[in-house]
Every structure is written in structure tokens, then in C-alpha cells.
């Protein structure tokens, strides 16, 4: 059976690309370095595929910033902004970075791309900009240099393309009045001509990727897919072109999937497993069927028996000949080695045999397909019982399996997530409590975690100062913090989360259930990266986890200090979730756990909590069908966590980075007593659906972009206030920066709040006459 990987991880095991290339941008490094440690990724790469003889090896799936800026360099559709940049004879690479972070030297301010999520990932890509007479060309030369220079090391690879009808999708019209995949008919001959070199060079097999099949796609983007896989099997009858899709089952494309003139169809069995049936039925005998059966956006062992029974149920439609074993997409979504993990404490041997990163999919891919084969041999039998027995032990473990939480979970009822009152009644009840003035000021919860915070952290994680140290600075911090809010006149202060390394990280230590690595890294954009939790059995909390902190920022003032929590399903977003239980469920494990330490927060004095939800958003499934399924869930889980709070208590949530028009509805029903956006970027323009739908609750439009070390005028804010006011009712709104400073400086934050809360009182005056 043949064997293939999708894509490999890039970052290197040691995140050796990151600081190459942080060091290239700093100008430490040459060009010439920066390449040779690509290379070194890029062959290490290679050998780990070799060693375990996957059929089918990728190349072009490396890329020192984004695959997607790549094809948008090979293609030549480089915006005219950047033109400066190739008549100065500026080198490739630093006109591909300049797309990438911008360019300010020489004279020159060119802004970035944008940048927005891979589908479902939180992998971000840098978005294509197209224009009306868009023209490409071929530009840069990588997916051939890639493939030959493995073809030097011996290895003849399978180049990877996005598809031509996905990549147009991905970008975005710049201009009015046209159709950007209507420009498919100037982008296919340079597709076209890359076939030809690489062709030439001896390649056989080349791997397209069109997620988009995945997707609710128009009449024209399938006509668009016909168009382009009919032209390539017209030009290319020799090569073999593998058509991959991922993320979601083909579903209603799945005819059109099947009658493209492909030889290899890639199918994502992971995260759509039901719709092999419809595949296999009627298969085309012409195509071959690769099964994406291990997963490759998450980090559990594969189950073999599960897998085989996919490989065999296929196997008895459409011959062993005509299947090929995969992961269900590019491993570039999973840490790169699980063998790194060689620490006992942070990851215990019992976890870690749960569990698989890229080079243990990439053997997991191997073994399947031995398993498969017909006599398969001693050493790969015993590979399958010893996985039978990880995955056996992982059904039954005590470290998993908590009754009494799952139990709590089934007794889960209704009113659990309804507030006792409904928010008018709220409303009052709070203005009694709170006393609150008309505009009230207030932050998203961090403060600027100065080097002096961060280095505080490190040397009590390294045990090099005592807790009590360690703990008196933070004392200090608060107390400053909250001395120096209470001066300035803002009205509901926060502690500034000092003690906080990340929003997730921060609660998942805490809690039963969570565990950490110390090298699971994952490429988010460019050099950056994240170590997401791994939520590997039933959550609960063992004690408080905030309280303390928030309880000790409440003494030192009469103001109302604003505890802050992160909401179950960022949480859940944001880590590497089971797969042996629904999201919901695992959701609402988090959402009790939660709704537990809010019945503390209050029971300590804290009459406001605020329950960070800004990945609410990003966990909309790709299919439109399947988003009010989970926004329902996704709402109930925040209410859950929220609920147990009286009517006194005022519920805060907030969100950054988002569209609201879409989900409006539910954003609504999650009933929050107050709401903190980000508008001030979009000058309150996000502002308006809250204003169309008449949303009841307050709600505080941030009027300070934290993105930018600029200090926003008190005018400009004003401004902004007035705006928010012609939207909504000067009685529902607040003032508040975007989102939380911890990536600002203390003299940024302070010029810029101390404007904020004089731009609120000036609102007050102007508009308490006119409520009057
Ligand atoms: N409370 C968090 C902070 O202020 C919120 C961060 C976020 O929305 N991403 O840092
Ligand atoms: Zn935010």
C-alpha cells in the first residue's frame, strides 16, 4: 500500500527557523545562513519521511514565513505598493518579508499584507491581494529549487501546490467590480509553466490542495475546479496529480470531487469518518482513494484498529492497489517530535503514550499501511498490540476518568445557566449595588507585563526565588496598580493579571485534566508560535485560582475591582482538546469548573467578573449548517460558567478581533451584563450590529487601540465616544480600551488611559443634560 504525508512541520525541532529568521530580520544573520538553516530543516525533514519509506514525500511544503505569501511570490502577485522595493533591486527575500511584517528602512514605509486564519486553524496566512487586471507570472523559482534539491539527496518528492481555485478564495479583491476567481484563467498557464519545469526535472507526482471542497463553494468556484484539473490532466497525462482536501467532509461536492479528471483523491477520515460510505460508493475506478486516517490536527495516538477498519472496509470497495494510508492534512498543525519530551514532570510516560506529534504520525502512517499488507511481520503485529494497549489504557485510566465530574456534567440542567433575573432587572439591581457613573471607565484586565514582571515569573518557575519573594513583589505590583487607577479616575479597576504568562496556560495549570509540554510547539504566523495545553481528561478545579490575587487588589481600595477570567470555550480553542468525547462535553466540563470560581469570586467581595471569550468567534465550523449547533453549545457553556453569579453581580465578557453581523444573535443570548469589543480600529463601524439589533445589555466599544505604541488623543476618543453614542444609549455604554496592555508600555498606557478617562468625563457632562 502506498504511503503519503501531506506536509511536514517547518518551525524545526529546536524552533531553529524562528530565530533564524528573527535573527535575519534583526540583521544578525546573512541570507546565505538564514538559507542554510533552512536546508538543514528542510533535509532533516526529508530523512525522518525516508526513514520510515512514506511513498510520497513532499517538498514546497516548507516555507521561512507562510505557504501561501510562497505561491503568491511564485505567482507573481506581488501589490503594486511593493513595486519600490523590485526596482531598488531589493532581494527576494526581502521583498517576501516585506510582504510579510512591512518595510520601514531606507526611506521606505510600505505596510504588510494582512493576515487571517487557515480555514478552522489557528494558523494564519498572508492574504493574496488581487486587482482587476490582476496579471501573474512566473516570479520565483521555490517549488523548483525545493525539489531539486532533495532530488540531490537522493529523494524524488511530491512538489505541493495550493490549487489554483483555493488560492484565489484565500485572497481578496482590492478593487471594485470583479470576480477574483474570474482570474483563473490568467493564473492557470503559470501553474501550467511550473508543471513544465517541473516536469522536466523529473517529478511525477504533484500534490494540489483545495480545501475549499470542503466548503458551502458557488456554482463558479466548482465550475472553477473543473476548469482547472480538466486543463492540467489535458496538459499533464503523465503526471500524477493528487487532489487533496481537508478539514471537512466533501459532503455536496462529493460528485464533483469524484468526476474531476484526478488521479488521487485525498479525504479527511478524522474529522468527517462518515462519509467513506459515499466515497466508496461508486468510486471511480480510474482514481486512487488516499485515506486521511491519522490525525494531523491533533495529538492523540492513532488508533490502529479504528484505522484499519477504514483501510479494509476500502480495501474490499476499490482494491489494496487503489489506496494510499495519510494523515487527514499537513502535519504542520502538530508539534514536530514527541520523543523531546524527556521530562517526567511536565509530560508524565503515562500521557505521553497517548499521545503522537509529526515524526510519530509520519511512523503511525508506516505501520498502517505494514498492518494492512498482507502478511505484515512480527515486529509490526507487536506495534499493533502495543498500540491496542495504549488506547485500551487511555478508556479506562483513573487520570482521565473522573466519575464525579462527568457525573456533574449529567446533572446539568437549564436553569444552571440562566441568571435569576432577567438583565433589566439586573440592571437595577446593579446600579443600586455598584454606583456607577453614567460612561464608566474601565480596562480589558492586563496591565504591561514590563521585563521586570516577566523575569519575576521565570525565577520563581526556576525556583530561584521563594514564593514568598516571589509573592511579596507581586503584592507591590497590584498595590501600585491599583493605587495609580484609583488616581487617574477610572471606575472599575482590574489587578493587571502580573501573575499571568497567558490567558489559557494560566488557568489550564490549575486545573484537573490539562497538561503542558515543554517543545510542543505550533507555527501561528511567521516566527511566531504557540505551546498549546493538551486537555487530556476530565477537567475540575481543585481549589481557587484567581481569588487570592483578586481578593488582595480589592483590599487596597473601595472601587469595585473587576475579577478576570478566561470563558470555557477559548479555553477549549486555544489547547489540544480529547477527541474521546464531543467539544460540548469538554466545554462544559471547563464552563463548571469556571462557574465555580466565579461562586468563590464573589464570595470573597467581588462584585464584577469579567469572563474573557475571544475565541468565541473562531470556533465557527466551516459549513454554515453546522455554526448554530455550535453556537448554541458554545453560548450555553459561557452561561453555565456565568450563571451561578446573583443578579447583583455584574457579569463582564469580552472579545477582540471580531465580526459580530453573523452571530449577533448569539452573542445576545449569552446574556452578559456588559460586553467589551474592539471597534476602535474599525472607528466604531463593528459597533453598528449591536446597534441594528437593538442589543439590550451594556456594552463598552473600545475607543483605545492597544495594537499601536501611539498614544490616542483625548479628541480622538471623544469622538469616538460620540459616535458610540449616536449608535446606542449613553445609559448602556462604557469606556474601554480595545483589548487587555500587556504587550504595551506603562508610559503608553498611562498617557493614554488618563485621556481616555477625562474623553469619559467630558461625555458625561455633555450627554447627562441631554438624558436629562
Ligand atoms: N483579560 C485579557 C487581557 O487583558 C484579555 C485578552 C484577550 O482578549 N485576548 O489580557
Ligand atoms: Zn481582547
Not at 395 to 411: C, G
Not at 436 to 451: D, N, V
Not at 508 to 525: C, D, I, M, P, R
Not at 555 to 583: A, C, N, Y
Request: charged share 25%; aromatic share 10%; with cysteine.
Amino acid at each position: 500500500m502506498i504511503t503519503q504525508v501531506l506536509g511536514y512541520p517547518r518551525i524545526g525541532a529546536k524552533r531553529e527557523l524562528k530565530k533564524a529568521c528573527e535573527a535575519y530580520w534583526a540583521g544578525n544573520i546573512t541570507e546565505d545562513e538564514l538559507f542554510e538553516v533552512g536546508q538543514t530543516i528542510k533535509k532533516s525533514n526529508w530523512e525522518i519521511q525516508q526513514q520510515q519509506a512514506i511513498n510520497w514525500i513532499p517538498s514546497n511544503d516548507f516555507s521561512f514565513y507562510d505557504q501561501v505569501l510562497d505561491l503568491s511570490l511564485t505567482v507573481g502577485a506581488i501589490p503594486k505598493r511593493y513595486q519600490v522595493l523590485i526596482d531598488n533591486r531589493v532581494s527576494k527575500t526581502d521583498l517576501y518579508f516585506a510582504m510579510a511584517r512591512g518595510y520601514q528602512k531606507n526611506g521606505h514605509d510600505i505596510i504588510a499584507m494582512e493576515m487571517t486564519k487557515w480555514l478552522d486553524t489557528n494558523y494564519h496566512y498572508i492574504v493574496p491581494e488581487f486587482t482587476k487586471n490582476q496579471e501573474f507570472h512566473l516570479f520565483s523559482s521555490k517549488i523548483i529549487d525545493e525539489f531539486l534539491e532533495a532530488k540531490e539527496q537522493g529523494i524524488i518528492t511530491k512538489p505541493v501546490l495550493i490549487g489554483p481555485v483555493t488560492y484565489l478564495w484565500l485572497g481578496k479583491e482590492k478593487e471594485e467590480g470583479f470576480n477574483r476567481i474570474d482570474l483563473l484563467k490568467k493564473l492557470l498557464p503559470v501553474y501550467l509553466n511550473i508543471l513544465t519545469v517541473l516536469q522536466e526535472a523529473g517529478a511525477k507526482n504533484i500534490q494540489f490542495d483545495e480545501p475549499i471542497l470542503g466548503l458551502d463553494i458557488t456554482k463558479k468556484e466548482k465550475a472553477a475546479l473543473q476548469e482547472t484539473y480538466a486543463c492540467f490532466a489535458a496538459h499533464f497525462p503523465q503526471l500524477n496529480i493528487i487532489l487533496t482536501t481537508y478539514f471537512e467532509g466533501l459532503e455536496d461536492n462529493l460528485e464533483l470531487a469524484k468526476q474531476l479528471p484526478v488521479n488521487v483523491l485525498h479525504v479527511d477520515l478524522v474529522r468527517a469518518p462518515k462519509q467513506l460510505d459515499a466515497i466508496l460508493n461508486d468510486f471511480p475506478s480510474d482514481k486512487k482513494l488516499s485515506l486521511g486516517v491519522v490525525d494531523g490536527r491533533n495529538i492523540w495516538k492513532n488508533d490502529f484498529s479504528k484505522s484499519l477498519n477504514f483501510i479494509s472496509t476500502a480495501k474490499a470497495k476499490v482494491g489494496a492497489e487503489n489506496i494510499i494510508i495519510a494523515p487527514s492534512c499537513s502535519l504542520l498543525h502538530v508539534p514536530f517530535d514527541l520523543d523531546q519530551e524527556d521530562d517526567e514532570q511536565t509530560l508524565p510516560q503515562e500521557l505521553k503514550n497517548w499521545l503522537a506529534f509529526a515524526k510519530q504520525k509520519v511512523q503511525e502512517v508506516a505501520t498502517l499501511a505494514k498492518l494492512a499488507a498482507e502478511n505484515p511481520s512480527e515486529e509490526i503485529i507487536q506495534a499493533f498490540e502495543k498500540n491496542k494497549i495504549a488506547i485500551e489504557s487511555r478508556k479506562t485510566s483513573t487520570k482521565i476518568h473522573q466519575p464525579a465530574v462527568k457525573n456533574r456534567v449529567l446533572a446539568i440542567t437549564n436553569a444552571d445557566a440562566e441568571r435569576e433575573n432577567p438583565f433589566a432587572i439586573r440592571q437595577q439591581k446593579q446600579e443600586k449595588a455598584l454606583h456607577l457613573p453614567l460612561f464608566p471607565t474601565t480596562t480589558i484586565g492586563s496591565f504591561p507585563q514590563t521585563p521586570e514582571v516577566r523575569r519575576l515569573r521565570f525565577q520563581f518557575k526556576k525556583e530561584n526565588i521563594s514564593k514568598e519573594v516571589y509573592e511579596n513583589q507581586l503584592k507591590v505590583d497590584i498595590s501600585d496598580a491599583i493605587k495609580w487607577q484609583e488616581e487617574i479616575g477610572l471606575d472599575v479597576l482590574v489587578h493587571g493579571e502580573f501573575e499571568r504568562n497567558d490567558m489559557v496556560e494560566y488557568f489550564g495549570e490549575q486545573l484537573n485534566g490539562f497538561a503542558f509540554t515543554k517543545y510542543g510547539w505550533v507555527q501561528s504566523y511567521g516566527s511566531r508560535g504557540v505551546k498549546p495545553p493538551i486537555i487530556f481528561g476530565d477537567v475540575s478545579r481543585p481549589k481557587p485560582m484567581t481569588v487570592a490575587w483578586t481578593a488582595l487588589a480589592q483590599s487596597f481600595t473601595k472601587k469595585e475591582v473587576k475579577g478576570m477570567l478566561t470563558g470555557p470555550i477559548t479555553i477549549l480553542q486555544w489547547s489540544f482538546v480529547r477527541d474521546d468525547q464531543p467539544r460540548k462535553t469538554t466545554a462544559e466540563q471547563i464552563a463548571l469548573a469556571i462557574r465555580d470560581e466565579v461562586e468563590d469570586l464573589e464570595k470573597a467581595g467581588i462584585n464584577i467578573i469579567q469572563i474573557d471569550e475571544p475565541a468565541i468567534r473562531e470556533g465557527l465550523p466551516l459549513r454554515k449548517n453546522d455554526w448554530q449547533t455550535y453556537l448554541d453549545w458554545a453560548v450555553n457553556a459561557f452561561k453555565l460558567s456565568a450563571a451561578v453569579a446573583k443578579d447583583e453581580t455584574q457579569i463582564h465578557t469580552h472579545m477582540c478581533y471580531s465580526e459580530f453581523n453573523e452571530i449577533i444573535e448569539s452573542i445576545a443570548a449569552m446574556d452578559a451584563d456588559v460586553i467589551t469589543i474592539e471597534t476602535s480600529r474599525s472607528q466604531m463601524e463593528l459597533l453598528e450590529v449591536f446597534s441594528d439589533f437593538k442589543y439590550p445589555n451594556e456594552i463598552g466599544p473600545g475607543v483605545y487601540d492597544i495594537h499601536s505604541p501611539r498614544v490616542p488623543s483625548e479628541k480622538e476618543m471623544e469622538i469616538l465616544i460620540d459616535k458610540a453614542v449616536a449608535l446606542l444609549s449613553p445609559r448602556q455604554l462604557w469606556v474601554n480600551p480595545d483589548c487587555g496592555l500587556k504587550t504595551r508600555k506603562w508610559e503608553e498606557t498611562k498617557a493614554a488611559l488618563l485621556a481616555m478617562v477625562n474623553a469619559a468625563k467630558k461625555a458625561r457632562k455633555k450627554y447627562t443634560t441631554v438624558e436629562a
